[in-house]
């Protein structure tokens, strides 16, 4: 079974600097890979994801994230903080072809941006 | 443009009574989801439905109950029966199968009981 693991639930940085927030996954076969942002009362927004291809992609807001599969880990990074940055941020599995969509989703890493 | 719909955004309920979340997308997605967010919990399954007229429970069904009558809606109703309701719902829905599309969230019903 898939699972996946938020490191630090949460995050502080200073304006300017580089945001890095850590998931790992555990699966039997290569997953599909997801971060989802979530600012305060609203719903989940897609920020990135990795279904195939190019391990390093490119999301919204100057996010990027780098599938590695030696290291199980789909790392969200972002070379400079801005204060709108500030938001609880989700990682997430699922299986490709499985027989459910199901999501398996991390416990979430809440960043705060310190001016 | 294709979306999810919860409504109401903010509903307060008094105890002992049930009241009902809607759920609404026009995504043509087989699939939809109800979650529960509690501070610091994250997002904890409450049902899923895979296709009309057919749903399952997820990790803390107890106390909801939801019907899946049209593919377009997915509503949920969280009855007396919830001991602790006071929570943020996120509804979702996704294809049925491939995986590669993920989840669309609509923007959530803040539940407190007064």
């Known amino acids: 079974a898939q699972s996946v693991t938020q490191l630090g639930s949460h995050v502080s940085v200073s304006e300017g600097a580089l945001v890095l927030l850590r998931c790992n996954y555990s699966?039997?076969?290569?997953?599909?890979l997801f971060w989802y942002v979530q600012y305060p009362n609203q719903g989940l927004q897609l920020l990135l994801k990795y279904t195939t291809g190019a391990t390093l992609v490119k999301g919204i807001n100057g996010f990027e994230a780098e599938f590695k599969k030696s290291e199980t880990s789909f790392h969200l990074t972002k070379p400079s903080a801005h204060m709108s940055d500030a938001a609880e941020y989700f990682c997430a599995v699922t299986l490709p072809g499985g027989a459910t969509n199901k999501l398996i989703f991390g416990t979430g890493t809440l960043l705060a941006v310190q001016p | 443009d294709g979306g999810i719909t919860q409504s109401p955004k903010y509903l307060f309920r008094k105890e002992g009574q049930n009241v009902t979340l809607s759920c609404e997308q026009n995504l043509n997605h087989d699939a939809m989801y109800w979650y529960r967010q509690d501070p610091g919990q994250g997002l904890r399954l409450i049902y899923y439905?895979?296709?009309?007229?057919?749903?399952q429970k997820g990790d803390i069904a107890e106390g909801y109950s939801v019907s899946r009558e049209k593919k377009e809606s997915f509503p949920l109703t969280v009855t007396s029966a919830q001991k602790n309701p006071t929570a943020f719902y996120l509804c979702?829905?996704?294809?049925?199968?491939?995986?590669?599309?993920?989840?669309?969230f609509g923007s959530g019903t803040r539940l407190t009981v007064v």
């Open positions: 439905s895979q296709i009309v007229n057919d749903f």
């Open positions: 699966s039997s076969v290569p997953p599909y």
């Open positions: 979702a829905s996704s294809p049925r199968r491939g995986g590669a599309e993920g989840y669309t």
